[in-house]
């Protein structure tokens, strides 16, 4: 018995690893378009996440127009936002998969979290943004309702490719959603409504999305964003979410941006600093880098000597020049 498992156990290896090699040249995505669009550019996390009571406001709620509106007022290169479906099958831009951080909820269900995809749109621009997470003072800002409510992709489109000058660069990041391909779909077309190929990327932590739709439109530039404990953090400890994580994470850092043809990597600055990341490795293979969350200065400096894309939630031009007060991050932000 025992002589025989030696060359089982290579056998089954070997068919096991003709299989892989075999499904992924069959299934891997063609290379990506130039992402150098991309490449040492600063972008505003949600828009921007700060609160500095020297200036006429406390707190913008990410994610909506007033936030991107500040972002570009105060000197970013682009903006991240995170988009999902509500009910009715509209893209909208939100982070959360439920109200309970963000917005006050309906009146029919005050204390329940309520999922952003059981609403419609019209549900959620009757919501208001909790107290924290909104104290524009009214003299401060000339804001119609529109600019601070959850706001439609092509909202933001509209704002930021048809109204500012210069676009802003945009990191369009697919959330989960009840159906992924429907979101996929929307987003390609809004990609060519509005002429997005060199001035946005779509990226996500779910590569099935970033398959489908790099498997729709090959043209589009997309970016696997890398993290590693995101599985515990979501579900909990028990072993096989840590398990699936440290695979997830493997694959991330070897065969996984290759199969998707992805051309950003977007990796959690933590793994930077730690020397788990080395940006220079994967630049050399091709790959523009971007870093998020950064909000320390020399972290900051370090990463765009690197010709990083950086992704803040406050540090713009205008506050490292000096010309305004340096913010602070709102408390109870979430990092992702």
């Not at 105060?74 to 893209?91: A, N, R, W």
Request: charged share 20%.
């Amino acid at each position: 018995m025992i002589i025989w498992l030696g060359p089982l156990l290579l056998t089954i290896t070997t068919v096991l690893t003709s299989y892989f090699v075999y499904i992924f040249n069959r299934y891997k995505l063609p290379p990506s378009p130039s992402a150098s669009f991309f490449e040492n550019i600063v972008i505003g996390h949600r828009g921007c996440n700060l609160i500095n009571t020297s200036l006429k406001f406390l707190n913008i709620p990410e994610n909506t127009l007033s936030a991107f509106t500040f972002a570009n007022d105060h000197g970013v290169d682009g903006v991240e936002m995170d988009i999902t479906l509500s009910k009715d099958l509209v893209p909208v831009v939100m982070h959360d998969s439920t109200t309970s951080r963000l917005l006050h909820p309906p009146a029919e269900s005050p204390d329940l979290p309520i999922n952003v995809s059981s609403l419609t749109l019209d549900q959620l621009h009757s919501l208001r943004f909790r107290k924290e997470q909104t104290e524009i003072e009214p003299e401060s800002e000339n804001l119609d309702a529109q600019a601070i409510q959850v706001p439609t992709f092509k909202q933001v489109l509209e704002l930021t490719q048809r109204q500012f000058s210069p676009k802003l660069k945009l990191m369009i990041e697919l959330k989960p959603s009840p159906d992924p391909q429907h979101l996929v779909n929307e987003v390609e077309t809004l990609f060519n409504d509005y002429d997005l190929y060199e001035n946005a990327v779509v990226g996500s932590f779910d590569p099935v999305s970033l398959y489908l739709i790099r498997k729709r439109n090959p043209r589009i530039v997309t970016l696997l964003l890398v993290c590693r404990g995101l599985l515990p953090y979501l579900f909990g400890s028990f072993w096989i979410y840590r398990l699936l994580d440290s695979f997830v994470y493997l694959s991330c850092m070897t065969w996984l941006p290759f199969f998707l043809g992805v051309g950003v990597v977007g990796v959690d600055n933590k793994l930077i600093n730690d020397g788990s990341f080395v940006v220079e490795d994967w630049q050399k293979s091709g790959y523009v880098v971007n870093s998020w969350t950064v909000n320390k200065s020399e972290d900051y400096q370090t990463l765009r000597s690197k010709r990083v894309a950086v992704t803040t939630d406050f540090l713009f031009s205008k506050f490292l020049s000096g010309a305004l007060p340096l913010p602070q991050m709102i408390s109870n932000s979430t990092s992702s």
